[in-house]
């Protein structure tokens, strides 16, 4: 039996045709990867943009009878990102549930997605998983480091073993809070100014930061905005996000 990231059983007798998933950037390597194969998802599966699908609530608080209510023969989660109860409320009700869980690395994260691909769903490898991988193959030297807030009041940033970590550090930023025992530190915001980092990194997800609302918190430093699904998803926006998040970082330097 095929059994999930965590080790738990997905009791699949076959290619799952019914869909749903309740995790952005797999609804984008889904869904790009297999056309009409999904039947849900949630409301912040933003793309791929000609996404046509019944939308079931948010990642964090779907509405699991909506998800019922489509007959789904799989349903994708994630350990980080979605609920440990209402997973096991669909398992109870019969759902094979795929969770994946919360990557630590580039790779970690294209694994992930490669296996739920081709042995969850059983497709084909896609050419847009090879092209990510040979984009964020290499690793930079360090030429900033940086403070990744992705939330303010009260103020949370990108902390050790995280995708976002890994990912801006093969451009060559080291992460202020690389080495904090939590995941998701929550500095008070003077700390956070006195931090050694040189760069602010700013994403528009899951926090909004915009060039009003955010910079002015970090009177002294460089910022760069960036666009947060290239930060954070593990699908296919990996294909241009290096370009376009080398293209932010180094203009953010000069």
Not at 88 to 98: F, I, K, M, Q
Not at 148 to 166: C, E, H
Not at 238 to 249: F, G, H, N, Q, S
Request: charged content about 20%.
């Amino acid at each position: 039996m095929l059994v999930d990231d965590l080790g738990e059983p997905v009791p699949l007798t076959g290619p799952p045709s019914r869909v749903v998933s309740l995790v952005p950037s797999l609804t984008d390597a889904v869904e790009t990867t297999a056309p009409g194969l999904l039947v849900g998802a949630t409301d912040y599966c933003t793309h791929p943009s000609t996404l046509d699908v019944t939308r079931v609530g948010g990642s964090k608080y779907p509405t699991v009878d909506a998800v019922l209510d489509l007959r789904p023969d799989l349903v994708i989660a994630n350990a980080e990102e979605n609920r440990p109860q209402d997973v096991e409320r669909l398992r109870a009700n019969g759902v094979p549930v795929w969770v994946t869980d919360a990557p630590a690395s580039v790779p970690a994260g294209l694994a992930s997605t490669r296996r739920l691909l081709t042995q969850g769903l059983g497709l084909t490898e896609p050419d847009w998983l090879l092209a990510a991988e040979d984009a964020w193959h290499e690793t930079l030297p360090v030429r900033a480091t940086a403070i990744i807030p992705v939330w303010r009041k009260p103020w949370v940033v990108v902390g050790r073993d995280t995708f976002a970590g890994d990912l801006l550090r093969r451009l060559g930023v080291a992460n202020a809070y690389a080495d904090h025992p939590d995941r998701y530190p929550r500095p008070p915001l003077a700390e956070l100014n006195a931090a050694p980092a040189d760069l602010v990194v700013l994403p528009d997800e899951p926090y909004a930061f915009t060039a009003t609302d955010g910079p002015e918190a970090f009177p002294g430093k460089r910022f760069v905005l960036v666009n947060g699904r290239y930060l954070t998803w593990y699908g296919p926006s990996l294909v241009p996000a290096r370009a376009e998040l080398d293209a932010a970082v180094s203009a953010a330097l000069t």
